[in-house]
């Protein structure tokens, strides 16, 4: 079976003003300097922004036009003036929503009450931009694959085996056959044993984690349908992914490293996979999940003394 190789971040439509800042937020690491000024302007003042055209963006910027141009189609637009609609129309729903209360990174003298609130931002915001960010249509796709698949592999390594171990055993609950592999040499093992009607899912924030990418090839070269779950839609992974679908990270910091952050957003993206498949799946789903509750709750239940 042969896949098409897609576009790793190509959008059927322009993106809505509410998901621009995730994507500009998603997409910066991967852009060249010049891109990334173009596009940090178009978010920390997208009203200013919006009252540019595309030379006076690039005189702004110290970039040319075509750079801003080129950053309107990495980030979804057919064209700057597109980007510019977007732009007003993020600015409107600012200046209509409250401004956030916290926003500055974890300190090592912060008060616990000071880190819980950090962190609580941190995560809602990185909920609200990968929700945002979140093609719908490739998770349509990764569901319904899913959802009839004759089994699933799972491959992740660090914090995103974890997201992985937990997205197999709710497979798993309801009645599904799916494995979480972080030993990369099994990985592999089991890869080649995939075909037509498999399908894969690799997790990796960075989108270039070898041992994680190496399977997800040769389920793709086996035929199995591959589904990259990434903070980095232009990353190595992408290119062995039918469908990719995209997390978003808050921002890092020296009491708050990537691991946590990419993992709030993973765990968001494999529980709307989940949902979606149980959906697929419910005159089975229900009662096997039942099944599960039942055999487990003389567990819950104290002991007489």
Do not use: W
């Amino acid at each position: 079976m042969t896949h098409d190789l897609k576009e790793s971040f190509s959008a059927d439509s322009p993106p809505a003003p509410a998901a621009l800042a995730a994507k500009v937020r998603t997409l910066a690491p991967s852009m060249t300097r010049s891109m990334q000024r173009v596009a940090e302007a178009v978010a920390g003042d997208p009203a200013g922004c919006a009252a540019l055209t595309v030379t006076g963006l690039a005189e702004l910027t110290g970039t040319s036009e075509a750079t801003v141009v080129r950053t309107a189609r990495l980030l979804g637009y057919p064209g700057y003036r597109d980007l510019r609609l977007a732009l007003a129309g993020l600015a409107a729903h600012q200046q209509s929503g409250r401004a956030p209360s916290v926003t500055a990174d974890i300190a090592v003298d912060d008060p616990i009450a000071d880190v819980v609130a950090k962190l609580a931002y941190d995560e809602q915001q990185t909920l609200a931009d990968t929700a945002a960010g979140l093609d719908t249509v490739q998770l349509g796709a990764a569901v319904a694959a899913a959802a009839t698949a004759r089994r699933i592999d799972i491959y992740g390594v660090g914090a995103s085996s974890l997201v992985g171990q937990d997205l197999a055993q709710k497979l798993s609950r309801i009645g599904l056959i799916a494995h979480s592999h972080t030993d990369p040499h099994l990985a592999v093992t089991n890869a080649v044993q995939l075909r037509s009607g498999d399908v894969a899912i690799a997790i990796t924030h960075s989108g270039s984690t070898v041992d994680v990418i190496e399977p997800l090839r040769v389920a793709f070269d086996r035929g199995a349908t591959t589904i990259a779950i990434t903070g980095r839609p232009d990353g190595p992974v992408t290119q062995y992914a039918d469908h990719v679908l995209t997390t978003s990270t808050a921002r890092e910091s020296e009491l708050r490293p990537a691991a946590m952050s990419s993992r709030t957003s993973q765990l968001l993206v494999v529980d709307c996979l989940f949902i979606g498949v149980a959906q697929r799946t419910y005159e089975t789903a229900a009662p096997a999940l039942a099944a599960s509750y039942e055999a487990l709750a003389h567990r819950h239940t104290p002991r007489p003394r």
